[in-house]
């Protein structure tokens, strides 16, 4: 007696089933993701959150053409001041004279122009020229003296200040050439026909969503070719839509105002250019190198005195920038200028990504950094949050970014 086994076929998914497990998929994937790379994309989403938070709460203030435009303006010289801040944490240090030093190059800025009537152009470059030299100086003493850079730049910052002081007699001077203040409050032409939009601006945008996808595709290239680990393809598709969708809502918003302002492009030059350093080029690794482990990158041949002394020097230069762009903000170089700005460097540095140890964080961290603390700013005043309150907020924000740092390490090393 023979007994027939008919296998039965699977029955067919419900309808609508097998999207909705593609898109549960796709979530985790997403989550996966994340988890593996929460130092890089923690602060990213929580600039989101926040942006999101107060747009709501003011009602979409936050993201008028007009508020987003002075957000860029009131916040473009600590932004500098982060990138060069970045590189100094980065490399095992930390610079506190970066406050002052903007300062006494404002009131430098102020006697060479308004004093002296030197043209600006050349204003401009020797106040960078005085930058430089401040940071060479200590970076001298940090890098072959072998004094601690809190000790030196401390110092550093109690000179300066008194410097400015001494410089300015302690009165407020201007005001500064008109072709300095455009650079610094102006923004760039209009061209080409009306379209309700500033052309230059959205040209500019689109050309940096393009640029942008181009680095991020080949970077994931050189990874693969190295046999690096890669972001699944869903995923790196997914954070190419959202870089390309935040930098288009950004262009669009400048585009409907007035236009990119021109530090926004001085920005967006620092960021580029520090950020392939830091990527491809030999002294960009060589700095993550002696803040990861001194002593293997000594063994491994970098010279570590060296690249202390280009790193405080950089530093010094970019607070020089940064102090140009505050004075000509203001129209006026005054001997208060520059208070506590060494602190909100270090803060959009350590919000950014960086590590207390060294060795850790990205040029991109820092402008991250230092929008997170900027939007902060701008939406508790927008909701008329008082001054006291708004201290408090932002050191709750450090003091959580360090904690992630530290609670991040440890899960690793478990």
């Not at 996808?213 to 050189?222: K, L, N, S, T």
């Not at 690249?307 to 001997?335: D, E, I, K, W, Y």
Request: hydrophobic letters at 55%.
């Amino acid at each position: 007696m023979s007994t027939d086994v008919t296998a039965k076929s699977p029955a067919p998914a419900p309808p609508g089933k097998s999207g909705g497990a593609a898109a549960d998929g796709l979530l985790q994937l997403v989550m996966d993701g994340m988890r593996r790379n929460m130092r890089q994309y923690g602060m990213l989403i929580a600039l989101g959150l926040i942006v999101v938070l107060f747009a709501v709460w003011t009602d979409g203030d936050l993201l008028l053409p007009r508020n987003v435009s002075n957000l860029v303006l009131q916040n473009s010289y600590i932004l500098i001041l982060a990138i060069g801040m970045m590189l100094v944490i980065i490399a095992g240090h930390i610079d506190l004279s970066v406050g002052s030093l903007t300062a006494f190059v404002g009131s430098m800025a102020a006697v060479f122009m308004v004093k002296q009537d030197l043209p600006w152009p050349l204003a401009v470059v020797l106040c960078l020229a005085v930058g430089a030299v401040a940071g060479a100086v200590q970076g001298f003493f940090i890098a072959y003296g072998g004094i601690p850079s809190f000790i030196v730049t401390l110092a550093g910052m109690l000179i300066f200040r008194g410097l400015t002081e001494i410089f300015l007699e302690g009165q407020t001077l201007g005001p500064f050439p008109e072709g300095l203040q455009k650079a610094a409050n102006g923004f760039l032409p209009e061209v080409g026909p009306n379209t309700n939009y500033h052309n230059l601006t959205l040209l500019l945008g689109f050309a940096m969503i393009a640029f942008v996808i181009f680095q991020e595709v080949r970077d994931r290239r050189r990874q693969q070719e190295f046999d690096l680990d890669v972001p699944p393809t869903k995923l790196f598709l997914l954070k190419l839509v959202a870089i390309g969708a935040a930098v288009l809502t950004l262009t669009m918003l400048l585009a409907s105002y007035k236009g990119a302002p021109i530090v926004l492009l001085i920005l967006g030059v620092l960021l580029v250019g520090f950020g392939y350093v830091m990527r491809n080029a030999i002294i960009g690794r060589h700095i993550y190198a002696i803040g990861g482990n001194l002593p293997a990158a000594k063994l491994s041949g970098v010279k570590d005195k060296k690249v202390t002394f280009l790193v405080f020097l950089n530093m010094g230069m970019l607070a020089a920038l940064a102090g140009l762009v505050f004075a000509a903000r203001f129209n006026a170089a005054s001997p208060k200028a520059g208070l506590n700005f060494e602190l909100e460097a270090i803060a959009a540095s350590f919000i950014g990504g960086a590590s207390m140890s060294g060795g850790v964080g990205t040029v991109l961290g820092a402008i991250i950094g230092g929008l997170v603390l900027g939007v902060l700013n701008n939406g508790m005043n927008l909701v008329g949050i008082g001054t006291d309150w708004q201290q408090v907020i932002k050191g709750m924000v450090l003091l959580a970014a360090v904690g992630f740092d530290v609670w991040n390490k440890r899960k690793v090393g478990s």
